[in-house]
């Protein structure tokens, strides 16, 4: 799925300005003092007029935005002299000059897209927040919408060119992350005790992101542009100790609302359909009160319904051996080499980072859990390519640890349709 870039606005501006161009508005005649890849180093916006002209707004740092590159150069060699895609960043001339060297370097097909470069003015008329953000200008000269990645294709522009309007595509409106989801300026925040809300769909404006919220009176969560299994991931990790993805259980003969499995379905547009957006603020409770709550939540308002219970389960428990001493390294500043090839060592550092890289490295392998009760840094050498569970027993043998296979039970995340509910 293509995510956004977050990109911090610009400082305060007189407020249409501030506002910005809207659909609707016609565009001034802005100079363009930096262009690369075009036949002048200069121009003015009115130079496309009679085509639909494309503002592509990105940054060299923005990993979703460069892969959008070969997308927008295959855009405009197919329609041709109908339309002109530009991109707009506010980086130096020298910085996307290297950038245009590497990139050519190591893609098949090098970036021939005409690049407004050192921008302010086109970033004025056109503020935002998440890149890559795209302006349709249509051949009037007048603003047409805001788009995110998902809705520039060639369907699409086919469909501006004969209707000369954007109708059925949402507009990228930049989501205000500081406030609720969906609220407006008129909601006092210093009264709000409570508000809930539950989005199915991609939210255009943002990205995947994650914001805790704090009141005076109040905590919540705002999660945007998840998958329903990675808001139940969310709330395991919050619940269960040392969680890891191993502890989710889907029951289902059905789980197409939770993973992308139909491959017949291209896998932008299953996540365009089945991401959720939540937002959840209630009076303060306990942390594992809060997630719990967010978790029933969550369940009553999706196709399926989690609950954390005990399983048995075969699982390996991490263990301190009657020899393990760390008083060698106690000193020693931290270090996490774990996840090198091949994997290093953790160094002075938490137990838990161990238990995490375990259970991420090796997906197929029983789940790992903490059962050493350290309460002090601990250090583990790993230092090659584990092929086994014997292997790594073997390896923490040999530095005092235990690694002991066990089917006791465990706390599992167990995710099952509701029996009414049509995923």
Not at 21 to 31: E, F, I, K, S, Y
Not at 83 to 105: H, P
Not at 152 to 168: K, P, W
Request: contains cysteine; aromatic residues 10%; glycine residues 6%.
């Amino acid at each position: 799925m293509a995510l956004l870039c977050l990109n911090f606005p610009a400082g305060a501006q007189p407020s249409r300005v501030a506002t910005g161009l809207q659909p609707g508005d016609v565009v001034p005649n802005v100079a363009i003092d930096h262009l690369i890849n075009y036949q002048r180093p200069s121009a003015d916006l009115y130079a496309f007029k009679r085509k639909l002209l494309i503002l592509d707004f990105w940054a060299t740092s923005c990993a979703p935005c460069i892969g959008q590159i070969a997308k927008l150069d295959s855009l405009q060699t197919g329609f041709g002299d109908q339309i002109k895609i530009l991109s707009v960043t506010g980086e130096r001339t020298q910085a996307i000059l290297n950038f245009n060297k590497r990139y050519d370097a190591t893609h098949p097909q090098k970036n021939r897209l005409p690049s407004v470069v050192e921008d302010k003015a086109l970033r004025k008329l056109f503020p935002y927040h998440y890149i890559p953000h795209y302006v349709w200008i249509g051949q009037d000269g007048k603003v047409a919408g805001f788009t995110s990645a998902y809705y520039l294709t060639a369907e699409n522009i086919r469909a501006f060119l004969t209707t000369g309007r954007l109708d059925s595509i949402p507009v990228k409106a930049d989501v205000d992350l500081e406030r609720p989801l969906f609220s407006s300026n008129s909601l006092p925040l210093n009264k709000l005790l409570t508000y809930k809300i539950f989005f199915k769909g991609r939210l255009e404006g943002t990205g995947a992101s994650a914001r805790v919220r704090q009141g005076e009176e109040t905590m919540g969560i705002c999660w945007t542009n998840e998958t329903l299994a990675g808001l139940f991931n969310n709330c395991g990790s919050k619940l269960i100790a040392n969680y890891s993805p191993k502890n989710m259980v889907v029951q289902a003969a059905d789980s197409a609302a939770l993973f992308y499995v139909n491959k017949r379905i291209a896998k932008a547009d299953w996540y365009h359909d089945h991401v959720y957006s939540v937002d959840y603020i209630i009076p303060k409770v306990e942390p594992q009160i809060f997630y719990q709550d967010v978790l029933d939540f969550i369940s009553s308002s999706s196709p399926y319904q989690a609950v954390i219970a005990p399983q048995n389960v075969k699982h390996l428990e991490l263990r301190l051996g009657s020899s393990y001493s760390n008083d060698a390294s106690s000193q020693a500043a931290y270090k996490n080499t774990l996840y090198a090839k091949p994997s290093g060592s953790l160094v002075n550092g938490p137990v838990n980072d161990f238990i995490s890289w375990f259970n991420e490295k090796f997906p197929g392998w029983p789940i790992l859990i903490d059962k050493t009760n350290a309460t002090q840094p601990v250090t583990i050498n790993i230092n090659q390519d584990l092929k086994s569970v014997a292997q790594l027993q073997s390896v923490l043998a040999a530095q005092g640890f235990q690694l002991i296979t066990s089917d006791e039970p465990i706390d599992m995340l167990i995710i099952q349709p509701h029996s009414n509910a049509k995923p």
